[in-house]
């Protein structure tokens, strides 16, 4: 009985060693099972890229699982036990947040009852866009959500309360300083907006009606804006010889209303101004020094676009441009304006303005400079008179050869700035020959100022593309690729994405872009606009 006793125990034993890592590993895997439940189904499951979460930090090898437009989690193991509708293989390729384009105009482009196409914005991979800048806006913020969430987007949406908009609402063009019952209007205004979702005040001051706008009834509606820690962005009152001051007076305006202040498309424009963007540069860093939150944004361009209306002195266009009436019936004016006009030109450095190209207006001006239409001729005085012409008759779009690249690229590499097109939705099918911008300045970014000149790592360029601008517009839950946030996400080449819109082929499509995912839905598949169910949402900022 003993020796039996311990057969069976010998027995035992051997069996135990053996099923006890089977035992083991059947529970680890049923753990696993059960732990990993929450990956086990995803709509999408991005592999083998190297992920660039949009902090700054370096890239690493991770895969991305995504469910419910937003990002599950980030794992090389824990999506084996998963399945997904679609597995993207990124093999090769820069997985990044989806771009923040800060400086948009769209506000023309929304349909009354269509979804929102923007497809120029979503071929370089922008999956959110700014618009109300340059102090045009919709004020009437949560009927425009409203139409957007009726109607869909395929681009999420966000928008800041324009000053000018609420100007001319209030008192139409008139170029003189609010009542205080005006003022007290505009206030209630900028305040519903604020409430409604808009992220913040914009100013046009280099327009009408804002350029009759004194500092003061500014910093009385920023305020407003700031009660919601909204943020002050502002097309400064002048970026060419008056520039210096117009940045002291953006930068006053932020520091009595206690606002962070986004300066847009710094630049340094006219020749006489070239090289000197570091002192403007400057300015900011001292403001920084002292406490007050500042940044900017800038397109990669050293040509603008803006409308005639700029060359022109404000007697001429104030008053729903009376001078310029007036000087239909008094001839005397238009050799004053004239000599006003040639004065600006001096005063910035030019000789003449060949260096202005009409976008829009008259079929027969489109593409040509102010030395060709509507009259060609080499004479400045001659290009004066087409341009007074041009302006009788409302003046038109145009692009400006203004600045310089050095410049240029000193603003592009400053810390503090992000970059926004300045542009709307492109229709290439459309009678005009905008800016480039439009379709190129992402990946113009990347192929000119990170590949080719290497001013910038592919790590700080989306940075400043995604997480940087997401934290400064306060846009909640964008911005990186980090679990809980939405799956906003753009998988690109970093050989071969290029701009290929240039000022005489304007509508160019990007290169090197193979995916743009906006809310978890793939809006750009192989590099063309795909036709599923648009997932864009507005954008709202949290009070």
Not at 23 to 38: D, E, I, K, Q, S
Not at 469 to 491: K, M, S, T
Request: aromatic share 8%; hydrophobic share 40%.
């Amino acid at each position: 009985m003993r020796r039996l006793s311990r057969s069976n125990s010998r027995r035992r034993r051997l069996f135990l060693v053996f099923l006890a890592p089977v035992v083991v590993l059947l529970g680890t895997l049923a753990f696993g099972w059960f732990a990993l439940a929450p990956y086990r189904h995803l709509d999408l499951l991005i592999v083998n890229g190297s992920v660039v979460d949009g902090t700054g930090v370096p890239g690493r090898a991770t895969n991305i699982g995504i469910r419910d437009g937003k990002i599950v989690e980030l794992s090389s193991w824990k999506f084996y036990f998963s399945s997904a509708d679609r597995i993207i293989d990124a093999g090769g390729h820069i997985v990044s947040p989806g771009f923040v384009d800060v400086h948009t105009h769209v506000e023309p482009n929304l349909p009354v009852n269509a979804a929102f196409r923007a497809d120029n914005f979503l071929r370089q991979g922008v999956t959110t866009i700014i618009t109300g800048n340059c102090g045009r806006s919709r004020t009437d913020v949560a009927a425009m959500f409203r139409t957007l969430e009726k109607n869909g987007s395929y681009i999420n949406v966000a928008t800041l309360v324009g000053h000018n908009s609420v100007r001319q609402q209030i008192m139409e063009n008139a170029s003189r300083a609010p009542t205080p019952p005006e003022l007290n209007g505009m206030r209630a205004i900028v305040d519903r907006a604020m409430k409604e979702g808009a992220l913040g005040f914009s100013t046009g001051l280099e327009y009408v009606p804002g350029r009759f706008a004194d500092m003061s009834e500014v910093v009385a509606l920023a305020k407003v804006a700031a009660k919601y820690d909204g943020i002050y962005a502002s097309h400064i009152r002048d970026e060419g010889p008056k520039g210096v001051e117009a940045i002291r007076e953006a930068l006053e305006v932020g520091k009595q209303a206690q606002i962070a202040t986004e300066i847009s498309h710094f630049k340094a424009s006219g020749p006489r101004q070239w090289h000197t963007i570091i002192n403007r540069l400057d300015l900011v860093d001292e403001a920084r020094a002292e406490g007050q939150q500042v940044s900017l944004d800038v397109y990669p361009y050293t040509s603008s676009s803006t409308t005639t209306d700029i060359l022109l002195p404000d007697w001429a266009i104030k008053d729903n441009r009376a001078g310029l009436r007036q000087m239909i019936s008094e001839p005397q004016l238009r050799q004053k304006l004239h000599a006003d006009i040639l004065a600006l030109l001096i005063d910035e450095g030019w000789k003449d303005l060949s260096f202005v190209r009409l976008a829009a207006g008259n079929p027969e001006w489109i593409g040509k400079t102010l030395a060709q239409a509507p009259t060609v001729s080499q004479d400045v005085n001659q290009q004066i008179e087409n341009l007074i012409d041009i302006s009788l008759r409302g003046g038109a779009q145009a692009v400006y050869d203004s600045m310089n690249e050095d410049d240029v690229e000193q603003v592009i590499t400053y810390t503090y700035c992000v970059f926004g097109s300045d542009s709307a939705v492109r229709d290439p099918s459309a009678e005009y020959h905008p800016h480039p911008r439009g379709c190129g300045t992402f990946p113009r970014v990347f192929a000119q100022y990170v590949r080719e000149k290497k001013l910038l790592t592919i790590e700080e360029a989306i940075h400043k593309a995604s997480g940087e601008a997401a934290e400064r517009f306060h846009l909640p839950n964008r911005g990186l690729i980090q679990p809980g946030y939405w799956a906003d996400v753009v998988i690109f080449d970093s050989n071969t994405i290029a701009d290929t819109a240039t000022y005489d082929l304007p509508f160019g499509e990007p290169s090197g872009i193979d995916y743009v995912i906006v809310n978890g839905r793939i809006a750009v598949d192989h590099g063309a606009m795909t036709s599923q169910k648009p997932a864009g949402v507005p954008v709202r900022s949290v009070k």
